[in-house]
């Protein structure tokens, strides 16, 4: 069975760090653009990420341009979104989803169930 699993997700205060993972069971990561994702309570999915297969292409939100950060390790199958000078409207479940279209892309083909950050003081 093809799946994602998010992990990394946190309690941080403003102004603090977490770097997100994504691992694939059952398939290689390696081949597929990853995209990152997150929903507030009561909000939208945002997309604030991608990067693609060679991991030679990324794409990012304005809200989290210069902040965020996505990389891949194919020794491990895993995309990392690292994330820094985090604020309170970053507070969401971040899901990861892969799909076989270059970054960006809209249509995406694999997701996980998300990991909630919770950024607070």
């Known amino acids: 069975q093809l799946r994602l699993v998010e992990s990394g997700g946190d309690l941080v205060q403003p102004g603090g760090s977490l770097r997100l993972s994504c691992a694939a069971s059952?398939?290689?990561?390696?081949?597929?653009?990853i995209g990152w994702f997150r929903q507030a309570p009561g909000k939208e999915r945002e997309r604030i990420s991608c990067?693609?297969?060679?991991?030679?292409?990324?794409n990012y939100a304005d809200s989290v341009k210069g902040r965020f950060t996505a990389s891949r390790d194919y020794a491990k199958n895993t995309v990392y979104l690292q994330m820094h000078s985090l604020k309170p409207e970053d507070t969401a479940v971040y899901y990861c989803?892969?799909?076989?279209?270059?970054?960006?892309?809209?249509?995406?083909?694999?997701w996980g169930q998300g990991t909630q950050v919770t950024v607070s003081s």
């Open positions: 989803a892969a799909t076989r279209y270059g970054c960006p892309t809209t249509v995406y083909d694999y």
């Open positions: 990067i693609s297969s060679s991991g030679t292409s990324t």
């Open positions: 059952g398939f290689t990561l390696n081949y597929y653009t």
